[in-house]
């Protein structure tokens, strides 16, 4: 179809000319499109020219109404070949492509009548404060889950690494950004997480209590958006968008894959730097300067966190300094035995403090362990209690055993291999290597180790043989080692004679 300039230039040619052949060969075109176009001006339909019929004039009243009923009935989701087949079903004749274009027209009207109207929201400074969650980059094979907190009105946002969305690591991670931001708003705007509502009762939420107390100990209101309506929630969802898309390795950022979570922490302390020093789009101004304003609407911070921000409470058992967490156990003091403690992870390490009035003790620190397994600490230990069967050392439980091991440092050893083989009358063997001297006894035991005999009879023999008093031998003249005075004596008697 020839567009308007085309339209134009021809008909100028016909006028001219007054001649289809003639205006065709100077517009190089057929005469009988002149002679259309010629007609069109002659019946006012030149400015309608090639439009599409009306869909509206193809269907009977009745199937009209039933598009529009379905589309109204399904909310705008309903698919066009469902409702082709309706409309077969009471006579239509024509093709699918007809009844798509019909209902897309259709669907499009009912938007138009119930789009929803949006209005700006003007947050107050430090009256607003919003945080979600989003999945995180998979870092040796585990996914990991990232912590958004927005503030609407400095667009003030803080990203932070949490293990998973349980109810301890989102407490802790709220303390950590009212701490960051210098001040706790007046009202928390959340999703319907099972930490921040339980249920929803004739659409009211049913808040989690646990949280409740949390926000009731901080001095802020918790909200919750519209179920099903991440709109509700405002601009959170917009920050956790780009968070993801700076942080998360896509083949579009080309972000490096992260081989530990203190490389993930890294990448996301530097975000936090860079997004909050850049000027928003939407308000003209930089982040970090406007969060000031709020500080002045801020509530302050408890002299004492609430308890839950240190993780989740743990007992120690009774007969031994062992926490079980995610069903893996951690050691711990002795001295802590049936006592109450808080487990928490922090990056890739479990730590565990106590809680007392005087404040916080971190009292174990240990890399995740796996499930059904022990994470055991050589501090943790205790030097007295016996190390296993594999490896026991002598520990004296009497004077005797005392004094024997306190001979020589290879008497620990002889107990050790004596015991070893079976060896009979050991403690009386003891005994007489302690009447015994200490060099006697230590030569004795030294020699029972070289030759692999600890009998009471050997030991008895070789305590004797070391308890015999040789005289050491005088040297002789002749193989003395000091200097000779002969040659001394001969010159005086020599002399003597002159």
């Not at 209902?103 to 430090?126: L, M, N, T």
Request: hydrophobic share 35%; proline share 5%.
């Amino acid at each position: 179809m020839k567009d308007s300039t085309q339209a134009m230039n021809i008909l100028e040619a016909y006028d001219l000319y007054q001649s289809y052949n003639q205006a065709a060969r100077e517009c190089h075109c057929s005469p009988n499109t002149v002679k259309a176009l010629v007609q069109a001006r002659k019946d006012g339909t030149l400015a309608t020219r090639g439009l599409r019929q009306s869909t509206s004039s193809i269907f009977r009243a009745d199937e009209l109404s039933l598009i529009t009923e379905l589309v109204e009935a399904s909310e705008g989701f309903i698919r066009a070949d469902v409702i082709h087949r309706r409309l077969q079903g009471i006579g239509y004749k024509g093709s699918g492509r007809t009844t798509r274009r019909a209902v897309r027209k259709e669907k499009s009207k009912y938007r138009r009548a119930h789009a929803r109207v949006y209005w700006p929201w003007i947050p107050e400074p430090g009256k607003w404060a919003q945080y979600d969650f989003s999945d995180g980059p998979v870092i040796d094979g585990e996914k990991t889950t990232l912590f958004h907190y927005y503030l609407p009105y400095s667009k003030y946002r803080i990203v932070l690494y949490i293990p998973d969305q349980s109810l301890p690591n989102v407490i802790g991670a709220l303390h950590t950004c009212f701490e960051m931001t210098g001040g706790v708003p007046h009202y928390v705007l959340t999703d319907n997480a099972k930490t921040a509502a339980t249920a929803h009762i004739a659409n009211v939420a049913v808040l989690n209590a646990k949280m409740v107390k949390f926000a009731s100990a901080y001095g802020f209101v918790l909200q919750t958006c519209i179920p099903y309506d991440p709109a509700s929630k405002g601009g959170v969802e917009r920050a956790v968008r780009v968070a993801k898309e700076h942080l998360c390795p896509t083949d579009a950022n080309l972000v490096a894959n992260y081989e530990s979570i203190a490389q993930l922490k890294d990448a996301i302390d530097a975000f936090n730097i860079e997004i909050n020093a850049k000027v928003h789009s939407g308000t003209g101004k930089i982040p970090s300067l406007v969060l000031p304003e709020e500080l002045t609407v801020f509530s302050s911070l408890p002299k004492n966190p609430y308890v839950a921000a240190y993780g989740v409470m743990r007992h120690v058992e009774a007969n031994m300094g062992i926490v079980r967490y995610r069903r893996c156990g951690y050691s711990v003091d002795p001295s802590l035995r049936g006592s109450s403690v808080y487990v928490r992870e922090v990056d890739d390490e479990v730590v565990i403090v106590t809680v007392t009035g005087s404040g916080v003790t971190e009292v174990a620190r240990h890399k995740r362990g796996e499930p059904y397994g022990y994470v055991i600490s050589d501090k943790h230990k205790d030097p007295a209690h016996p190390s296993g069967p594999l490896v026991r050392h002598p520990i004296p439980t009497n004077e005797t055993e005392g004094k024997f091991l306190g001979i020589t440092t290879e008497a620990g050893t002889w107990l050790e291999r004596a015991a070893s083989l079976g060896t009979k009358k050991i403690p009386d063997t003891m005994g007489l290597m302690v009447k015994a001297s200490s060099q006697s006894a230590c030569a004795a035991i030294v020699e029972s180790l070289a030759i692999g005999d600890f009998s009471y009879t050997t030991m008895k023999a070789l305590l004797a043989k070391a308890q015999q008093v040789t005289p050491a031998p005088k040297a002789r003249e002749v193989e003395s080692l000091g200097s000779s005075t002969l040659p001394y004596a001969k010159l005086k008697a020599v002399s003597a004679c002159r």
